[in-house]
T-cell receptor
Framework: KAGVTQTPRYLIKTRGQQVTLSCSPI?????VSWYQQTPGQGLQFLFE???????NKGNFPGRFSGRQFSNSRSEMNVSTLELGDSALYLC???????????FGEGSRLTVL | KQEVTQIPAALSVPEGENLVLNCSFT??????LQWFRQDPGKGLTSLLL?????REQTSGRLNASLDKSSGRSTLYIAASQPGDSATYLC?????????????FGTGTRLTIIP
């Protein structure tokens, strides 16, 4: 069974640009959540989706948004990038809401 | 607001020793608690999930316990091996409506000395 797949794995952007990250969950998993990991703040929750509906949202500005499609694949978008958005963005999937989480390898974003 | 603390931040032990990692949380209204390991530059690997109604879970050389009333969980690793070297993170999911998000601890970086 394939694991959680995140694309792209690495990307470099400049301030003011926008970025879209993609996450394909494990087959059959309907819940997808996103996290930001930085050396200073650790792992922070961004948002969680189940059956195309956002169920929970973390304390991030409106520049961070996401969505989930009918096939459970998810995307997150960050607009007007800032230097502080440089981080490892992790996606996790679960078969049910609040179930065991399985993580992808992450997308490492560098903002110059 | 849930706060999750893991002490110590780093730990080094000789190979073969048994060890305990600690996780403390401030709000006992939790739905479940999950332990992960993270290798450098990688994603997280799930180790054990404990539901709020459970006291412990075991998988191989790993045993995790949960004491909701005291806001503590421990991860016991038996007969440690160099391959166990990684950062270990605990994460707590809230159970109150509107606060079901996952809160992570800061992690314990474990080094097993051959």
């Amino acid at each position: 069974k394939a694991g959680v797949t995140q694309t792209p794995r690495y990307l470099i952007k400049t301030r003011g640009q926008q970025v879209t990250l993609s996450c394909s969950p494990i087959s059959g998993h309907r819940s997808v959540s996103w996290y930001q990991q930085t050396p200073g703040q650790g792992l922070q929750f961004l948002f969680e989706y189940f059956s195309e509906t956002q169920r929970n949202k973390g304390n991030f500005p409106g520049r961070f948004s996401g969505r989930q499609f009918s096939n459970s694949r998810s995307e997150m978008n960050v607009s007007t990038l800032e230097l502080g958005d440089s981080a490892l963005y992790l996606c996790a999937s679960s078969p049910v809401m609040a179930g065991e989480l399985f993580f992808g390898e992450g997308s490492r974003l560098t903002v110059l | 607001k849930q706060e999750v603390t893991q002490i110590p931040a780093a730990l080094s032990v000789p190979e073969g020793e048994n060890l305990v990692l600690n996780c403390s949380f401030t709000d006992s209204a939790i739905y479940n608690l999950q332990w992960f390991r993270q290798d450098p530059g990688k994603g997280l690997t799930s180790l054990l999930l404990i539901q709020s109604s459970q006291r412990e879970q075991t998988s191989g050389r790993l045993n995790a316990s949960l004491d909701k009333s005291s806001g503590r969980s421990t991860l016991y690793i038996a007969a440690s091996q160099p391959g166990d070297s990684a950062t270990y993170l605990c994460a707590v999911r809230g159970s109150n409506f509107g606060n079901e998000k996952l809160t992570f601890g800061t992690g314990t970086r474990l080094t097993i000395i051959p």
